[in-house]
């Protein structure tokens, strides 16, 4: 994760405000007098939206493109062309544009649902994104400065979590905590699963929730702990910095990328590297793997994202080419059926497994991504968007052959 002091804001649209970014709401609203001042407030007030407001023409962000100066359209070709996307070896993503042409668009899995302003996603560092995580349909964990917040869409309701502006210390005592505890951890990144909740901060920083908390502190390499007496089981050191791990299903691989355009694969137990996988073209930042143990998949500031089979790793499977920037989030779905890639902003794709990652369901909108999750029944997506205007979180359902109705109401007999 070493990126020699550039400034984030470069690499994250107009430092990450896409009102500011647009022509029309700067030149006809920013310079809006007395007389229309009460027009602009009401401009400026951006509200949810839901799925019969989206069928009925409104912009899902709530971006209201028939009163601003540019179209949508417009804007997205604005977008394409000015983006910066950030490599650590110059040209990495040029290479690929040349040799990779973008997977077919045509698939349709899943549709919008509702978007919540209420939600404020935030990002820490611009390279990590994986700040969202969803533990059911109706439940839904993400970073908002110093708080991890929980989202219930189906109640509407927002609530705090934890909050890490002061000062946190561990409730219990184990070998290997922490004691003096934490001020001012900055989140950059986070896990909840099984009611057990993980959040790591940027100076190398563990905190660990369920129930009662612990702090653990972590510098460097790869550890892996036994949270349930939260010991050190192992302590597996690289020639270089590490930006993401995923264990395989059977928990006998590890998948290790970083910065390095190779990526490993580390017995579990050992910690001896059985193989690597080369084609990426800069440092990698995002893995995954698919529920058969077989197919794995990693992400990388090249703009792409590399399908691998255990059975051949000399050639992958896929390579899906991003549209504008490095694919910093990658995530099978738990029946294996869609890989989800997203890039730092913009967009998130959809792959269909079954049909050897040939076509993609694009979901396109307007923001630096926090991070994307899938419930553990696939039957919701959420996207953070984080932006100084339009921050939110978007939500997708899964698409049935059946259709379900918004509300159904009963006349009385």
């Known amino acids: 994760m070493s990126y020699n002091g550039v400034d984030q804001m470069d690499y994250m649209v107009d430092g990450g405000d896409v009102a500011d970014s647009i022509d029309g709401i700067d030149e006809e609203y920013h310079a809006a007098d007395d007389a229309n001042l009460d027009e602009y407030d009401m401009l400026m007030k951006v509200t949810d939206t839901s799925a019969p407001q989206a069928r009925k023409g409104k912009d899902i962000q709530g971006i209201p493109w028939d009163r601003l100066n540019i179209t949508r359209e417009s804007y997205r070709l604005t977008r394409l062309e000015q983006y910066r996307n950030y490599a650590n ?28 302003r209420l939600v404020k996603p935030t990002i820490l560092h611009f390279q990590l994104r994986n700040l969202v995580w969803a533990t059911s349909k109706h439940d839904v964990y993400l970073i908002s400065n110093y708080s991890v917040m929980h989202w219930s869409s189906l109640l509407r309701n927002l609530t705090e979590v934890l909050n890490f502006s002061g000062h946190i210390v561990p409730t219990e005592r184990n070998p290997g905590t922490f ?27 563990l905190v660990c929730k369920w129930n009662p908390f612990h702090d653990i502190h972590n510098d460097c390499g790869v550890r892996e702990y036994d949270m349930e007496r939260f010991q ?18 059977d928990g006998k691989l590890v998948a290790v990328v970083g910065d390095d355009v190779n990526g490993l694969l580390v017995d579990a137990r050992s910690g001896k590297t059985v193989a690597s996988v080369a084609g990426h073209l800069d440092y990698s930042f995002a893995s995954a793997w698919h529920p058969d143990g077989r197919i794995f998949a990693t992400g990388n500031q090249d703009k792409t994202c590399r399908v691998w089979d255990l059975r051949n790793l000399h050639t992958p499977v896929a390579i899906l080419k991003g549209n504008i920037g490095a694919v910093r989030s990658i995530r099978f779905s738990a029946d294996g059926q869609f890989l989800v890639v997203a890039e730092p902003a913009d967009f998130v794709h959809i792959y269909n497994t079954k049909e050897n990652f040939g076509t993609r369901q694009e979901i396109d909108f307007f923001g630096e991504i926090s991070g994307v999750s899938l419930s553990p029944d696939d039957e919701s997506i959420y996207i ?24 159904l109401v009963i006349p009385c007999s």
């Open 384 to 407: 953070g968007i984080w932006d100084r205007t339009y921050a939110s979180l978007l939500q997708y359902n899964r698409r049935h052959p059946y259709q379900y109705l918004d509300s």
């Open 89 to 116: 070896i110059p040209s990495s993503g040029e290479a690929v544009d040349k040799r990779c042409k973008p997977t077919e668009k045509g698939g349709s899995y899943f549709e919008f649902f509702h978007n919540t």
């Open 179 to 205: 004691l003096e505890g934490f001020t001012r951890t900055q989140l950059s990144t986070l896990a909840v699963k099984d009611r057990f909740l993980v959040a790591g901060g940027f100076h190398g920083e």
């Open 232 to 249: 050190l089981l192992n302590h597996f050191r690289f020639p270089w910095p590490v930006n993401h791990t995923s264990i395989s299903p």
